[in-house]
């Protein structure tokens, strides 16, 4: 019986050994099995308590001036000086504030020149500070920087549109979705084009379990098909990591690998399923008849049954400090629908909702606690994760959009 001890990105491997932690603290199981290393938290957590996200600062105004309204946030980024980088994708450009809120500066704007912008969807920032554009209207990955004037343009073919964000890592390299012009039919996102911080294309990967089929409901008739994604059931979910290798699972178990050059690192948490209440699943039935009936009036339920407890987890992150943050399933609740179109087919009387809940790892598979976000905070947007901080998108009734830096709080107060 061994100890293992993990560094935040530099693991000490060894041939074969478990091992159990719980001196006031977690209860964890380690186990080496060949090139990977499991840690496995059967309870507790460093933190000892759940924690909450308070806002400490808010940039973006209902009524201001233009460079604090937002019409729509696709991106946000930060910067090693924290500075904050927010995206508009509906005015077609990336505006910097300091880390007080600060204006700055503004990036782009709607064209199709150097520099300028068409259709762009997604924003991240490389280490020396250049900001990357994912730009499918100009067939481009628009750079900005290093200096204030400074711009370059790399080509981006086959260019196409989708929601995936863009990674990049330490290194400097930028991960961009893309297409194998090979297999026709396959999805955008099932591999990613990498450059090289100079813009080089280099290799192109395939995200892990890129081939895994998750359970659908198709309908087919006279040359027309959809498909719709069984409601609850896993999927393959992954993210890229600062270090520049992949964090992934299928959400079937708690099981979450991190890749490594000499391994693997597997993290595994012993949680308690969340139900799917009976008349959740038959929102999310009736939901599905009344997407497939848009094409095929009366069609009606007769596929797989949707399952009585949800995945453990239905999302991955990455801080900038390489943390991992998971995105865990949580009991709904039936609300009334204040918005409820009588008109609108897919517009229902009531919601089921579920709260936002996060797991946070130590990148060396430590469980730290539980995150629980305010009401208004926004996980799509990706959030930026830093320490005790938390960069994300906030919206209020009226749908104004804000980007809103947290400080991580136990519940507890302590």
Same mark, same amino acid.
């Given at each position: 019986?061994?100890?293992?001890?993990?560094?935040?990105?530099?693991?000490?491997?060894?041939?074969?050994?478990? $091992?159990?932690?719980?001196?006031?603290?977690?209860?964890?199981?380690?186990? @080496?099995?060949?090139?990977?290393?499991?840690?496995?938290?059967?309870?507790?957590?460093?933190?000892? #308590?759940?924690?909450?996200?308070?806002?400490?600062?808010?940039?973006?105004?209902?009524?201001? !001036?233009?460079?604090?309204?937002?019409?729509?946030?696709?991106?946000?980024?930060?910067?090693?000086?924290?500075?904050?980088?927010?995206?508009? &994708? &509906?005015?077609?450009?990336?505006?910097?504030?300091?880390?007080?809120?600060?204006?700055?500066?503004?990036?782009? $704007?709607?064209?199709?020149?150097?520099?300028?912008? *068409? *259709?762009?969807?997604?924003?991240?920032?490389?280490?020396?500070?250049?900001?990357?554009?994912?730009?499918?209207?100009?067939?481009?990955? *628009?750079?900005?920087?290093?200096?204030?004037?400074?711009?370059?343009?790399?080509?981006?073919?086959?260019?196409? =549109?989708?929601?995936?964000?863009?990674?990049?890592?330490? &290194?400097?390299?930028?991960?961009?979705?893309?297409?194998?012009?090979?297999?026709?039919?396959?999805?955008?996102?099932?591999?990613?084009?990498?450059?090289?911080?100079?813009? @080089?294309? $280099?290799?192109?990967?395939?995200?892990?379990?890129?081939?895994?089929?998750?359970?659908?409901?198709?309908?087919?008739?006279?040359?027309?098909?959809?498909?719709?994604?069984?409601?609850?059931?896993?999927?393959?979910?992954?993210?890229?990591?600062?270090?520049?290798?992949?964090?992934?699972?299928?959400?079937?178990?708690?099981?979450?690998?991190?890749?490594?050059?000499?391994?693997?690192?597997?993290?595994?948490? #012993?949680?308690?399923?969340?139900?799917?209440?009976?008349?959740?699943?038959?929102?999310?039935?009736?939901? @599905?008849?009344?997407?497939?009936?848009?094409?095929?009036?009366?069609?009606?339920?007769?596929?797989?049954?949707?399952?009585?407890?949800?995945?453990?987890?239905?999302?991955?992150?990455? $801080?900038?400090?390489?943390?991992?943050?998971?995105?865990?399933?949580?009991?709904? &609740?039936?609300?009334?629908?204040?918005?409820?179109?009588?008109?609108?087919?897919?517009?229902?009387?009531?919601?089921?909702?579920?709260?936002?809940?996060?797991?946070?790892?130590?990148?060396?598979?430590?469980?730290?606690?539980?995150?629980? !976000? !305010?009401? +208004?905070?926004? #996980?799509? !947007?990706?959030?930026?994760?830093?320490?005790?901080?938390?960069?994300?998108?906030?919206?209020? +009734?009226?749908?104004?959009?804000?980007?809103?830096? =947290?400080?991580?709080?136990?519940?507890?107060?302590?």
């Amino acid at each position: 019986m061994r100890k293992v001890w993990l560094a935040a990105l530099s693991v000490t491997w060894v041939a074969c050994g478990t $091992g159990r932690e719980v001196a006031g603290g977690p209860e964890v199981v380690t186990d @080496t099995i060949g090139n990977t290393i499991v840690v496995r938290t059967v309870s507790g957590s460093q933190w000892g #308590a759940d924690a909450t996200l308070v806002p400490e600062l808010s940039i973006g105004e209902m009524d201001g !001036p233009d460079e604090y309204l937002f019409g729509s946030i696709a991106s946000v980024a930060v910067d090693d000086d924290r500075n904050v980088y927010v995206f508009d &994708q &509906q005015a077609q450009n990336v505006r910097i504030y300091d880390p007080e809120g600060g204006y700055m500066r503004t990036l782009g $704007g709607p064209g199709q020149g150097p520099g300028e912008l *068409q *259709q762009p969807e997604a924003m991240a920032v490389l280490p020396d500070g250049r900001v990357v554009v994912r730009d499918p209207g100009n067939t481009r990955l *628009q750079v900005y920087g290093p200096g204030e004037e400074s711009s370059e343009q790399w080509p981006y073919i086959p260019a196409f =549109y989708s929601n995936y964000r863009l990674w990049t890592d330490n &290194q400097g390299r930028t991960y961009v979705a893309a297409r194998d012009l090979s297999r026709p039919g396959v999805s955008f996102g099932d591999l990613l084009a990498v450059f090289d911080s100079d813009g @080089t294309p $280099g290799d192109t990967v395939a995200p892990p379990y890129a081939e895994f089929e998750a359970e659908t409901v198709t309908e087919e008739r006279d040359g027309a098909r959809v498909t719709y994604g069984v409601p609850f059931a896993p999927s393959a979910i992954w993210a890229v990591h600062p270090s520049g290798h992949f964090v992934s699972g299928i959400s079937s178990d708690y099981r979450i690998d991190l890749e490594l050059p000499e391994g693997v690192l597997r993290i595994e948490r #012993a949680v308690e399923p969340v139900r799917v209440f009976p008349r959740e699943a038959d929102h999310e039935r009736a939901r @599905t008849e009344r997407g497939i009936g848009m094409t095929f009036p009366g069609w009606t339920w007769d596929r797989p049954s949707i399952p009585d407890t949800k995945p453990p987890f239905t999302g991955l992150y990455t $801080g900038r400090d390489g943390r991992i943050w998971v995105r865990v399933s949580t009991e709904a &609740q039936e609300v009334e629908n204040e918005d409820h179109d009588p008109d609108n087919p897919f517009s229902t009387p009531v919601e089921w909702r579920s709260p936002l809940r996060f797991d946070v790892f130590e990148a060396n598979g430590a469980y730290l606690g539980a995150v629980n !976000p !305010p009401e +208004d905070f926004y #996980a799509n !947007p990706s959030p930026v994760f830093e320490g005790d901080y938390v960069w994300a998108v906030s919206g209020d +009734d009226l749908g104004i959009q804000s980007v809103v830096r =947290y400080r991580i709080t136990l519940e507890s107060g302590t």
